[in-house]
């Protein structure tokens, strides 16, 4: 590390299973995010922190803003857009219907890019079987969902860079912990695929991320209770504690796009002194801004 950083403090406690997929929405000032094993989707008004919180029929591993209003949203079954209602209810419109290679998978880690398009993965949700069923789908309005990368255990770490021609992923799972670099075509396709980070050499296993507006590449240390941030080099630049063994994403929020809130899981057993904490969300101001999300516009 070449730089100290703040410690993040608690922000709002959901008490999520696993809280995931933290989305700002410049559009109307609050932040989303999903609770996966809760099956819920929350939204805070950042001006008076006040939350709403949805119920959804299937859980819900990545979310993106939808053009059209609502949420592109990716499931247990497929990709869904959601139009949340104040009265509580939800419509869910599929959008593609997933053709999962097992029983007992469901969507993970997603985001949309820099063009719109909204990029998520699959994983088999008992990672014990370390079974590298996992995929990285691309859905466009014109071309629907395609199967662009298989291989995956636990895929994680989706994030763009500024200009969106390069992609992150990594996997989390314990016995890979890397992530990669993928050089992106203005079609959507892939190439160029290397290594940009092998978390091995660092604590934590690499989970949700997020970029800054320098290019900086932000990961959540899983089981380590930190988040990274390395420099488009790969170097590692500072390390910000959270105050609980399991962040899970992070993303850029605030009206001025300076805050770093960070969703956590909270395990079966919390470790001692975590009980009250785990799970929720955490934040910072690490002086560095983000990117506003650009909406999924198919």
């Not at 990545?62 to 247990?76: E, F, Q, V």
């Not at 079966?268 to 910072?284: D, I, N, R, W």
Request: glycine share 12%; net charge negative; aromatic share 8%.
């Amino acid at each position: 590390m070449t730089s100290a950083a703040p410690r993040a403090e608690l922000f709002v406690h959901t008490h999520d299973g696993v809280g995931e997929s933290p989305v700002w929405s410049v559009h109307d000032q609050r932040l989303w995010w999903s609770d996966i094993e809760g099956q819920r989707i929350h939204a805070l008004n950042w001006s008076d922190r006040e939350v709403r919180t949805w119920s959804v029929s299937e859980q819900t591993g990545c979310i993106g803003l939808h053009a059209g209003g609502g949420l592109i949203a990716g499931m247990s079954t497929g990709i869904f857009h959601l139009q949340l209602a104040a009265d509580g209810s939800v419509k869910a419109q599929s959008l593609h219907e997933a053709r999962h290679a097992q029983d007992n998978m469901r969507f993970n880690d997603g985001r949309v890019d820099r063009a719109g398009r909204f990029w998520s993965t699959t994983m088999v949700r008992n990672m014990g079987l370390a079974a590298p069923e996992g995929h990285l789908y691309l859905t466009t309005g014109a071309d629907g969902t395609r199967d662009v990368l298989g291989g995956f255990i636990t895929p994680n770490g989706t994030a763009f860079s500024p200009d969106g021609r390069i992609m992150y992923i990594s996997d989390s799972h314990p016995s890979v912990q890397k992530v990669w670099a993928l050089d992106v075509a203005a079609d959507g396709s892939l190439s160029g695929r290397r290594l940009f980070i092998d978390m091995n050499d660092y604590p934590g296993r690499p989970d949700g991320a997020a970029v800054d507006e320098d290019g900086c590449y932000w990961i959540c240390g899983n089981d380590a209770g930190l988040v990274h941030r390395f420099t488009p080099e790969g170097r590692l630049d500072r390390s910000i504690q959270v105050p609980v063994d399991k962040p899970a994403m992070c993303a850029f929020a605030g009206p001025r796009l300076d805050t770093l809130v960070i969703t956590s899981i909270r395990p079966p057993q919390p470790p001692a002194g975590q009980e009250a904490l785990a799970g929720a969300v955490f934040a910072v101001v690490p002086g560095v801004k983000g990117l506003p999300e650009v909406p999924y516009r198919g």
